[in-house]
């Protein structure tokens, strides 16, 4: 059956929870770093099911570990062995950072921050945490709690974690001000900002953290959920500014499309928790499994890294040269292909043009175009999705100037 755009957006407007701002498009398929609506048209894909297909859509390494894992079995639960979980969290600990070799496999990168919490406070025995300015680490109540925006956390003050203190991210100064810092148990930092509107670190923040918190006897919890898997043109973002964290969050790509959250942490650390006090239903799943498995395999075997890297600094490039120079723009940034393009005005206008024009991408806040294309990005396509991005900052310095 084929509904119409219009269809489809009856019925979800009937019937699905009203928490999602919605773009005016219906995808059907996707093939590579493309997608297409219900009326066939073409779009390049730099949204990604918001930084999920790293891959792009239709990787047949994906398609074929996720086929003959659901010919096989696709539940087995995590109190039972399974063959491809073992397989999956090998290969997993063979690219986590060093000592980082014991994980809990969830479904979502809230859930993967939720087992960082239940990890940091079990294991301390603190109770106060540290997260930052402009943070985002989901929506599940304990995610919530580290998540900075007030929109999202302002109706539910009563019943997140109180135990949580913003300081300004970027800004070592402001984690010691005034803090007793011995009585905090862990320090939650994205290496970039994601949601915040890619913002990327001073130089020395990372490894300031890291010192702050092996001083003070703190725990340091990475969250890769949006930076991680070769996004930034290495394996870990928090790798370009030479540090270990002792606890480290992974979601979004990881699972290939199927849901998935991974937190890694020391042995030490992650068996503080006992049987029955975290475990999920689906978590550890072997379909997920599978398709994990082949998501890492493709990220060690395949050159999609050094793709980001060639590609990345290709369009960084291009968007410097050509969107930078609009007097629209104030600023574009990123690192390997976490971009954002950040705008004198607010962003829908532009983006719902760039869309018409043949291009998805994202935003963050009020004024910030953000972009997480496939890491398998060519130039060619990049440099189309530039173009199409020109002629919708054009259009709207022509009309609305
Ligand atoms: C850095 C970071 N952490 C956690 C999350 C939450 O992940 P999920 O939406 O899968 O729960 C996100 C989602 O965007 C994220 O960017």
Not at 251 to 263: A, D, N, Q, S, Y
Not at 345 to 350: A, D, G, M, Y
Request: charged share 25%.
């Amino acid at each position: 059956m084929n509904l119409t755009f219009e269809e489809i957006r009856g019925l979800e407007e009937k019937h699905l929870a009203p928490t999602y701002q919605k773009m005016p498009v219906a995808i059907k398929s996707g093939r590579g770093c493309k997608v297409y609506d219900v009326n066939g048209k073409e779009y390049i894909d730099f949204m990604t099911g918001y930084g999920v297909a790293i891959l792009g859509h239709g990787y047949p390494r994906i398609i074929d570990s996720i086929k003959s894992q659901l010919e096989n079995i696709a539940v087995v639960h995590s109190s039972v062995y399974s063959e491809q979980r073992a397989l999956f969290l090998k290969k997993l600990v063979s690219i986590t950072p060093k000592n980082l070799s014991a994980a809990y496999l969830s479904n979502s990168g809230a859930e993967a921050i939720e087992a960082a919490l239940k990890v940091v406070l079990k294991a301390t025995k603190r109770k106060k945490i540290i997260a930052m300015t402009g943070a985002y680490h989901g929506k599940t109540l304990g995610a919530l709690s580290l998540t900075f925006s007030e929109k999202y956390r302002k109706a539910f003050d009563d019943i997140i974690y109180k135990g949580v203190e913003f300081a300004e991210y970027g800004n070592l100064e402001a984690v010691e001000r005034g803090r007793r810092l011995e009585e905090y148990a862990a320090i939650f930092v994205e290496p970039i900002q994601g949601e915040g509107g890619i913002r990327l670190p001073p130089e020395d923040y990372l490894k300031g953290l890291r010192e702050i918190a092996e001083k003070n006897g703190i725990l340091l919890v990475v969250d890769e959920v949006q930076s991680g898997l070769g996004r930034t043109g290495k394996m870990w973002a928090h790798e370009h500014w030479n540090i270990v964290p002792d606890v480290m969050t992974i979601g979004k790509g990881i699972g290939g499309g199927i849901p998935m959250g991974v937190t890694v942490a020391r042995p030490e650390l992650m068996n503080v928790l006992e049987v029955g006090e975290h475990t999920s239903t689906m978590g550890g799943n072997p379909l997920a499994c599978a398709a994990g498995k082949a998501v890492l395999d493709a990220l060690t075997e395949d050159h999609i890294i050094e793709n980001v890297r060639e590609v990345g600094s290709y369009t960084m490039k291009l968007l410097s040269e050509e969107v930078g120079r609009s007097r629209i723009v104030k600023e574009v940034r990123g690192k390997g292909l976490m971009m954002a393009v950040e705008l004198r005005v607010r962003f829908l206008e532009v983006l719902f043009k760039a869309i018409e024009f043949g291009l998805l991408t994202l935003y963050s806040g009020k004024t910030v175009l953000r972009m997480l294309p496939p890491l398998i990005l060519s130039k060619e396509e990049s440099a189309k999705a530039a173009s199409i991005l020109r002629e919708s900052l054009n259009w709207y310095e022509k009309s609305k100037i």
